[in-house]
């Protein structure tokens, strides 16, 4: 069987087919990304509207390009899976329309997928893929969360931020140091030239006993050191963007391993674009090489957002028994969709 996955939540148009049987991991046939960063730039964060005509523009090339990488035609699809939220709403209806119309054109069912899932997921495409149940550590520009995981749909919320995600920690730092959006990826570059205990900056919540983060406080310190820099700030920059990593992978470390600890769990599970960072991974292999718990992240390309990611997770759930309806066209998205209330597979549409 064929999904074809569409990801349109934000700025990153992203399309993949995955061939799925009836047992074993589903597997990536190809996969295609436009990314709309270098358009967004110029304004230092994502414009919605812009993001939605670009969706518009690259989401039927990039099918056209996947199903060709894959030798194969529209004929060959079986389902057509979309990101339903969370997310931009203009943006998402994109996504969602043009699945629906294929799908609707094709006489093929549709399945609305959670983005999250999707990240949650990802690792599951990796060459090392993990075995329920996980903790799972969901780490995006939107989300900071720690999750037990059982099964698919199977997802218990243990704790998340209560303000700014991991992935904002480290942009709005960034933006603030004078680099370039989205500032995650740019700060752990000039990281790598610093000292992480140049400046003493906070880890708030790091002893609050549960797994809840908090980094508004964070971004505020930094803003503080970088006033009371000045002019001394571009020599020191290096310096500043390796102690804000230092206080943002240090608290991602320590409530994982509470979580892992709190469940007796022997396994994590990293997803998310912040995934993607080379200090987190480098302390999260250290700390469960300890522990004895195996970790799993996504390949590194696959961390942010992509079609895969929703071509996987439609595929899982399909192969978990949930059946995609064929008779029903209209859509609708959920720009805020918490992710543990998805439950486990059960027929979406009525
Ligand atoms: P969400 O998935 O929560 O809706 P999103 O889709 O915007 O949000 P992702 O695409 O998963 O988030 O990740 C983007 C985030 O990952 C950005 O905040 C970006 O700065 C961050 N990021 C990407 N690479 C790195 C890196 N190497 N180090 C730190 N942060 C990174
Ligand atoms: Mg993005
Ligand atoms: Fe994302």
């Given at each position: 069987?064929?999904?074809?996955?569409?990801?349109?939540?934000?700025?990153?148009?992203?399309?993949?087919?995955?061939?799925?049987?009836?047992?074993?991991?589903?597997?990536?046939?190809?996969h295609a990304l436009h990314s709309q960063i270098a358009m967004h730039q110029a304004y230092g964060g994502v414009v919605p509207e812009l993001a939605s005509r670009d969706h518009i523009r690259?989401?039927?090339?990039?099918?056209?390009?996947?199903?060709?990488?894959?030798?194969?035609?529209?004929?060959?699809?079986?389902?057509?899976?979309?990101?339903?939220?969370?997310?931009?709403?203009?943006?998402?209806?994109?996504?969602?329309?043009?699945?629906?119309?294929?799908g609707a054109a094709l006489g093929k069912p549709v399945l609305g997928v959670h983005h999250l899932e999707g990240h949650l997921l990802s690792p599951f495409l990796s060459a090392d893929p993990p075995e329920f149940p996980f903790v799972a550590l969901l780490v995006s520009g939107g989300h900071?969360?720690?999750?037990?995981?059982?099964?698919?749909?199977?997802?218990?919320?243990?704790?998340?931020?209560?303000?700014?995600?991991?992935?904002?920690?480290?942009?709005?730092?960034?933006?603030?140091?004078?680099?370039?959006?989205?500032?995650?990826?740019?700060?752990?570059?000039?990281?790598?030239?610093?000292?992480?205990?140049?400046?003493?900056?906070?880890?708030?919540?790091l002893h609050s006993g549960d797994l809840d983060f908090s980094f508004a406080g964070l971004k505020t310190a930094v803003l503080t050191q970088a006033r009371k820099l000045g002019d001394a700030l571009e020599s020191r920059k290096a310096d500043l963007a390796a102690s804000t990593q230092a206080a943002i992978v240090d608290v991602l470390l320590k409530k994982s391993m509470a979580a892992l600890e709190q469940s007796g769990?022997?396994?994590?599970?990293?997803?998310?674009?912040?995934?993607?960072?080379?200090?987190?991974?480098?302390q999260l292999d250290a700390a469960c090489a300890k522990r004895g718990v195996r970790v799993h992240y996504p390949e590194l390309h696959l961390c942010t957002d992509n079609g895969a990611m929703i071509a996987m997770a439609a595929a899982m759930r399909l192969q978990s028994g949930l059946q995609a309806a064929t008779d029903r066209y209209a859509f609708d998205v959920k720009p805020r969709w918490p992710l543990a209330s998805l439950g486990a597979p059960e027929p979406q549409f009525g």
């Amino acid at each position: 069987m064929f999904v074809l996955g569409i990801e349109s939540s934000c700025d990153e148009t992203g399309v993949a087919l995955v061939e799925s049987g009836a047992s074993g991991l589903p597997r990536l046939a190809a996969h295609a990304l436009h990314s709309q960063i270098a358009m967004h730039q110029a304004y230092g964060g994502v414009v919605p509207e812009l993001a939605s005509r670009d969706h518009i523009r690259r989401v039927l090339p990039l099918a056209q390009q996947v199903l060709s990488e894959a030798g194969h035609g529209l004929g060959d699809i079986d389902v057509v899976a979309y990101t339903r939220g969370p997310g931009l709403a203009g943006a998402l209806l994109v996504g969602a329309g043009v699945a629906c119309a294929l799908g609707a054109a094709l006489g093929k069912p549709v399945l609305g997928v959670h983005h999250l899932e999707g990240h949650l997921l990802s690792p599951f495409l990796s060459a090392d893929p993990p075995e329920f149940p996980f903790v799972a550590l969901l780490v995006s520009g939107g989300h900071t969360q720690l999750m037990r995981v059982d099964g698919v749909g199977r997802y218990e919320l243990l704790g998340e931020t209560i303000d700014d995600a991991a992935g904002e920690a480290f942009d709005k730092s960034a933006k603030l140091m004078g680099l370039p959006y989205p500032g995650g990826p740019w700060l752990a570059k000039l990281a790598e030239q610093g000292d992480a205990a140049a400046f003493k900056l906070p880890r708030p919540l790091l002893h609050s006993g549960d797994l809840d983060f908090s980094f508004a406080g964070l971004k505020t310190a930094v803003l503080t050191q970088a006033r009371k820099l000045g002019d001394a700030l571009e020599s020191r920059k290096a310096d500043l963007a390796a102690s804000t990593q230092a206080a943002i992978v240090d608290v991602l470390l320590k409530k994982s391993m509470a979580a892992l600890e709190q469940s007796g769990l022997k396994r994590l599970v990293v997803a998310g674009g912040v995934g993607a960072n080379h200090e987190l991974r480098h302390q999260l292999d250290a700390a469960c090489a300890k522990r004895g718990v195996r970790v799993h992240y996504p390949e590194l390309h696959l961390c942010t957002d992509n079609g895969a990611m929703i071509a996987m997770a439609a595929a899982m759930r399909l192969q978990s028994g949930l059946q995609a309806a064929t008779d029903r066209y209209a859509f609708d998205v959920k720009p805020r969709w918490p992710l543990a209330s998805l439950g486990a597979p059960e027929p979406q549409f009525g």
